[in-house]
């Protein structure tokens, strides 16, 4: 089956968050299957080409249409991480990819409305049949209009990912009439849903409606955004494409998150070492962390969060888990920053609040290798997200023997069950689920956990080793959307 996918992101040479990730694990488990899997990203300035093998210019020079101008790009092509990959060269004067960062800039949308006619143009000129173009998320979603209306290529079948319902990308009709199509025709069909929001086009929208598929990254996550509380004024519409909507559960890259073999850890341990060899190489991981923070060594529980500090992620919980942990006689580490600067602006100052304090880290620089320090060295992983699309951190958590401690939600609902409900079979009991987003409900639950930690740390460390038996890789993934593929090429 051939498949082409579209994306802003691929890790780890294009990462932001969690898509990146997800590109790159769905795409090497779909090529290990024997599928024919091709992935096109642009190519940014900040990319490493030195770190993808086999590079070479594949087509050094096809037009794209904006504005009335054809402008110059070229394709690039080479493996990384044992998939096929395809960089767009946009020789745009704007200079849309040229701009030391992914995201975040004024124009993004006519950034990514090029990306993706430029890719099609791509696609057209290569005439190869194609079983399914596999679109993620809203950076892309105009492909499905542009295939289906504007330019014909031998496409069997179109999906749609939803990565996160939130993200929509918002353009005025300007913007479609930009890459050849008529924005007013089309303001008619995609006009956003959000009545804040008057004669603008939600690029996110016409990806549901054009799509022969659309799925969201986990089970619940995809009932939830039928909801008009989860659905970020997109319910009404997902509610009308029901039918072809659907939740596949993300996966994790074995490859990259591997205890046994991960490089930043001191000491390697797996789901197969013995709970004596575990604790000891998690006391490593633990020892490192102390040697780069001044925080205490000592048989306190270590709870933590690994996070993007965004209002999705909960920060007010957060910092809430931090004082009641300490409260609690625990130590608290948190890795990550925020993209909002009252948000940022606010965790700064709780940092010096703390400043001095041993059981406290904060630390607001993003360090891959300390993320995967963290993970081993902490005893429970705070996720008390509003919503979750699928969540990675608690995934990653229990390949690393860190007990979840997750807010009802989305993925996270579908991936961690609480220890004493008694609804589930004690052998996938894996964490601590709290139901509501405030702190009412985080508190108690925290407690439970760290009482477990002191008081019962036999069943405490048999759940943290089976949990780490777990497999969350994209096999199983994988083959569901082998099935939604298959479904609908048949």
């Known amino acids: 089956m051939k498949i082409v996918q579209l994306a802003a992101e691929f890790a780890p040479i294009a990462k932001v968050g969690g898509l990146g990730e997800v590109l790159v694990g769905l795409s090497r488990e779909l090529s290990r299957m024997g599928e024919e899997v091709d992935v096109i990203i642009p190519k940014y300035d900040l990319i490493d080409v030195r770190k993808i093998s086999q590079i070479k210019m594949e087509v050094p020079d096809f037009k794209c249409l904006e504005n009335g101008n054809l402008h110059a790009n ?27 960062k992914i995201y975040n800039c004024e124009d993004d949308a006519a950034r990514f409305l090029y990306f993706s006619r430029a890719c099609i143009e791509y696609l057209k000129l290569k005439n190869e049949p194609i079983d399914i173009l596999h679109l993620h998320d809203w950076h892309v979603a105009i492909a499905a209009v542009l295939v289906k209306d504007l330019i014909r290529l031998p496409i069997k079948a179109i999906v749609l990912t939803i990565h996160n319902a939130e993200y929509q990308g918002e353009c005025a009709p300007g913007n479609l009439d930009a890459i050849g199509l008529n924005g007013s025709e089309y303001l008619k069909k995609l006009q956003d849903d959000n009545p804040a929001r008057p004669r603008t086009i939600n690029l996110l929208k016409g990806g549901i409606v054009y799509a022969d598929a659309v799925n969201a990254v986990s089970p619940t996550y995809a009932k939830e955004i039928l909801t008009r509380e989860m659905g970020c004024h997109l319910d009404a519409t997902l509610r009308k494409y029901k039918a072809k909507v659907s939740g596949i559960l993300n996966g994790i890259d074995q490859k ?38 001044p925080i205490s060594n000592n048989q306190l529980p270590w709870v933590g969060s690994i996070v993007r500090l965004v209002p999705q992620k909960g920060p007010e919980l957060i910092e809430a888990g931090l004082r009641a942990t300490l409260h609690l006689g625990g130590s608290f580490l948190l890795l990550g920053s925020s993209p909002l600067p009252e948000i940022q602006a606010h965790f700064e100052t709780l940092k010096k609040e703390y400043a001095g304090n041993t059981q406290v880290v904060l630390h607001y620089e993003y360090d891959e290798a300390l993320s995967h320090q963290l993970y081993a060295a902490l005893d429970f992983l705070l996720a008390p997200s509003h919503y979750e699309p699928c969540g990675l951190t608690q995934l990653i958590a229990m390949r690393y023997g860190a007990i979840p401690i ?6 996270l609902k579908d991936t961690v069950f609480d220890c004493e409900d008694p609804a589930v079979p004690i052998g996938q009991r894996n964490g601590f689920v709290f139901l509501r987003a405030d702190v009412t409900d985080l508190l108690p639950t925290l407690h439970r956990a760290v009482h477990y930690f002191r008081s019962d740390s036999a069943t405490a460390h048999a759940m943290m080793q089976r949990n780490m038996r777990i497999d969350f890789s994209w096999k199983k993934p994988a083959q569901e959307y082998l099935r939604l593929y298959r479904r609908l090429i048949k």
């Open 406 to 411: 997750v807010r009802a939600t989305g993925g």
């Open 74 to 100: 070229a394709m690039w092509s080479g493996i990384s991480e044992d998939c096929r990959i395809h960089l767009l060269e946009a020789r745009h004067p704007a200079g849309y990819f040229h701009r030391g």
């Open 256 to 293: 990259l998150w591997d205890p046994a073999k991960d490089p930043a850890l001191p000491k390697p341990y797996s789901s197969e070492s013995s709970i004596k060899a575990i604790l000891e190489a998690k006391q490593a991981a633990r020892a490192a962390v102390c040697k780069r923070f």
